[in-house]
T-cell receptor, first 113, second 114 residues
């Protein structure tokens, strides 16, 4: 059983829709991450939160908006996405940012029509 | 800057055969190294990690890896592969600072023949 829970597992949305991805962990980890993964590629880092504060934004377009309401929750708000944004979106957490192993959720498979 | 190279894009082995997946890294200090496995439709699962100490580390599912500083390598091994080991394998190096980010290799796809 994964210790990082992501919902929904699958999401299909049009380019004008607004939706949100949710991630939850109860391991007491203080770092949380959003990754984008295309088929047969490694995960690409999007955002890092450290102690509920955004510490890294990898020049992600503003149509992706992260939010960390508390130490257990991480959201990714989506608006006006493009077809090339279709991918697997992975959430991960670690004890702290940097050299710690990351625990990944099973991801949300996002398809943009 | 840190980097990770996995020279083999795709490896095919027969069930029951031994396995070695290669990983080379570039890092300015003592590295924190990880191997992750990703089965289709799932997230990444940590197989093992190296922080310091014994250079041969044991992981889950019967995997082990050996850290060789002189060769800048951290190769993953398994003595006898099972069909369920077919997956994508990623080597990663942890950030050099607490403000940095981990670096993943491009991955190796493992196919297991019956």
């Amino acid at each position: 059983d994964t210790e990082v829970t992501q919902t929904p597992k699958h999401l299909v949305m049009g380019m004008t829709n607004k939706k949100s991805l949710k991630c939850e962990q109860h391991m007491g980890h203080r770092a949380m991450y959003w990754y984008k993964q295309k088929a047969k590629k490694p995960p690409e880092l999007m955002f890092v939160y450290s102690y509920e504060k955004l510490s890294i934004n990898e020049s992600v377009p503003s149509r992706f908006s992260p939010e960390c309401p508390n130490s257990s929750l991480l959201n990714l708000h989506l608006h006006a996405l493009q077809p090339e944004d279709s991918a697997l979106y992975l959430c991960a957490s670690s004890r702290w940012v940097g050299n710690q192993p990351q625990h990944f959720g099973d991801g949300t498979r996002l398809s943009i029509l | 800057a840190q980097s990770v190279t996995q020279p083999d894009i795709h490896i095919t082995v027969s069930e029951g055969a031994s396995l070695e997946l290669r990983c080379n890294y570039s890092y300015g200090a003592t590295p924190y190294l990880f191997w992750y496995v990703q089965s289709p439709g799932q997230g990444l699962q940590l197989l093992l990690k190296y922080f310091s100490g014994d250079t041969l580390v044991q992981g889950i599912k019967g995997f082990e890896a050996e850290f060789k500083r002189s060769q800048s390598s951290f190769n993953l091994r398994k003595p006898s592969v099972h069909w369920s080991d077919a997956a994508e394998y990623f080597c990663a190096v942890g950030a050099q600072t607490n403000a940095g980010k981990s670096t993943f290799g491009d991955g190796t796809t493992l196919t297991v023949k019956p």
